[in-house]
């Protein structure tokens, strides 16, 4: 799908920008309108962006298959080990047991923002896992 | 065109059903927005009231919802539209 | 007036679901019905309120007076955001099982489909056809 050199310039120089707004999206999302899914799908659309401009091949070369799969599947893992915690904690399962900072900043809501995270995570790898096996061409 | 006709009466007459349930939609009773609205942000600590729902309250649900999105990402590796 | 356009919305879902014949068009058609369902339940939420269900007094005090009692119901709209999810989910593995079919039969019209799959003994795939040719598609079954 290599086929046009200005829309792989403009996009490699555009990807970088929202990959943060993604990462902004995810960790502001307890402040204001976001969360993880709402950053995880930027996050998943800067890398889809990535493969339609240049190519799976290409996009591989900077986000490996496995590691990307590794990440996803860590990342649920630990959604499970902190409902896990929070159960042995004497909480009840995806209780909260981290302080709750003043509200308004952005490490507060304790449980929520690491939630968040995790969440963003998985949901970018995974959108992009899905968009590397739909969009590969076969040499 | 027989298809055409008969998938149009088919559609019609379920929005004939339908409508009769869309102009019943009124406002829901507010205890429990007002439980959310009040209590929200001191039992969650967060200010954004929809993620102190599906984070907070209501957290098994985004639970299951991320075992789904996870099960289709492997059904989707595994099934492999793209090779031969 | 915007119950009767997400109604409109639905209807029109199913009707592309119910008349078209391309395997794809459906999957899209399923698409609309959810996004008509998503945008029903937010709006049945909204008619509580009048504002977002943020609380922004909290991070900027003292910017505009508000009533606590004005904010939209945010209970819909956190259960709409799983099904967003879910909508997702479903489209991608249609999309996918819609591309082995293809693969598989090498057609994506419904009517073809019926009788070859009716004929199927599991034998192996029709040989993919050259990259000149177009491969037909359902464009005749619109």
Known sequence: MKDSELVDIVSRKLVPFILLFGCYLISHGHLSPGGGFQGGAVLAAGITLLCLSRGVKDTLRTFPMRRVSLSESAAFLMILAMGVIGLVLGRRFLGNFLPLGEPGQVPSAGFIFFLNLLIGLKVGTGISLVMFTLLREDE | MKRTLASLALVLALGAVLLYGVRQIAPAPGALRDHFVHRGMEQTGSVNLVSSIYLGYRAFDTLGETVVLFLAVAGVMVLQAGKQ | ?142
């Open chain 3, 1 to 142: 007036m915007a119950p009767y356009l997400i109604l409109a919305l639905f209807l029109l879902g199913i009707w592309g679901l119910v008349r078209k014949d391309n395997l794809i068009k459906k999957v899209i058609a399923l698409n609309i019905v959810n996004s008509a369902l998503i945008v029903l339940f937010v709006y049945m939420g909204s008619l509580s309120g009048s504002t977002a269900p943020i609380l922004v007094e909290r991070l900027h005090p003292g910017e505009g007076l508000r009533r606590l009692a004005d904010i939209v119901d945010p209970l819909p709209q956190a259960l709409m955001l799983t099904d967003i999810v879910i909508g997702i989910c479903l489209t991608a593995l249609a999309l996918t099982l819609a591309a082995r079919i293809y693969r598989r039969f090498g057609t994506l019209d419904i009517r073809r489909l019926e009788k070859a799959a009716a004929q199927d003994d599991g034998a192996p795939p029709p040989a993919s056809p050259e990259g000149g040719s177009r491969p037909d598609d359902g464009q005749s079954g619109e």
